[in-house]
Nanobody, 115 residues
Framework: QVQVVESGGGLVQPGGSLRLSCVAS????????MGWYRQAPGKQRELVAR???????NYADSVKGRFTISSDNAKNTVYLQMNSLKPEDTAVYYC?????????WGQGTLVTVSS
């Protein structure tokens, strides 16, 4: 089995920064991509940023220029650096690890942007 664990969420003021981390462990043969998604209250889960094993990235328009995704393939870890946070970034952030035939989700970490 594969386990995915996120960390780094919390309460931050508007304009502040947070760095999320996600580690995958267990029976991992190959990771094709890792991504961050978020779900705000009453809304559907949406893609925030995704990075492939080759380093290609894509971002939601709402976070371009503010968020940066990076990874350490040797450690099966992905990061999300979030700067210039806005109240509308408040959500539970989930990490998804895309294996050869399946995607595995973490439990999520709450990010609250409020003064």
């Amino acid at each position: 089995q594969v386990q995915v664990v996120e960390s780094g969420g919390g309460l931050v003021q508007p304009g502040g920064s947070l760095r999320l981390s996600c580690v995958a462990s267990g029976s991992i043969s190959r990771i094709n991509a890792m991504g961050w998604y978020r779900q705000a209250p009453g809304k559907q889960r949406e893609l925030v940023a995704r990075i492939t094993s080759g380093g290609s990235t894509n971002y939601a328009d709402s976070v371009k220029g503010r968020f940066t995704i990076s990874s350490d393939n040797a450690k099966n870890t992905v990061y999300l650096q979030m700067n210039s946070l806005k109240p509308e970034d408040t959500a539970v952030y989930y990490c998804k690890v895309e294996l050869t035939f399946v995607g595995v989700w973490g439990q999520g970490t709450l990010v609250t942007v409020s003064s």
